[in-house]
Nanobody
Framework: QVQLVESGGGLVQAGGSLRLSCAAS????????MGWFRQAPGKERQFVAA????????SYADSVKGRFAISRDNAEIAVYLQMNNLKPEDTAVYYC???????????????????WGQGTQVTVSS
């Protein structure tokens, strides 16, 4: 069992930046494809960004391309989501997810992930 913990959420004005972090309790994340999803009030959870195990491949939702960047550190203890030029429509609970299936180089769909964090709230004011 992998326990994921997100941090870094908060309240920011439109145009501002936040950096979310996701760490796994007691283990490295090197064997997992990683991703970020978000869920706004009254809406379904949606894909935001994903990164392959090697870190060499990334994927983004169209709504965040050019503004968000996903990365993993060299020690493979955390995955990050750098969010720039935030907009009010980015307001949501952001979830980190880990996928263990080696057949997926990069995962953009929720069913491809096995473990989820509890989420961190991001609120962007206009």
């Amino acid at each position: 069992q992998v326990q994921l913990v997100e941090s870094g959420g908060g309240l920011v004005q439109a145009g501002g930046s936040l950096r979310l972090s996701c760490a796994a309790s007691g283990r490295t994340l090197s064997r997992y494809a990683m991703g970020w999803f978000r869920q706004a009030p009254g809406k379904e959870r949606q894909f935001v960004a994903a990164i392959s195990r090697s870190g060499g491949t990334t994927s983004y939702a169209d709504s965040v391309k050019g503004r968000f960047a996903i990365s993993r550190d060299n020690a493979e203890i955390a995955v990050y989501l750098q969010m720039n030029n935030l907009k009010p429509e980015d307001t949501a609970v952001y979830y980190c997810a880990a996928g263990r299936d080696p057949s997926f180089t990069i995962a953009t769909r929720q069913f491809e992930y096995d473990y989820w964090g509890q989420g961190t709230q991001v609120t962007v004011s206009s």
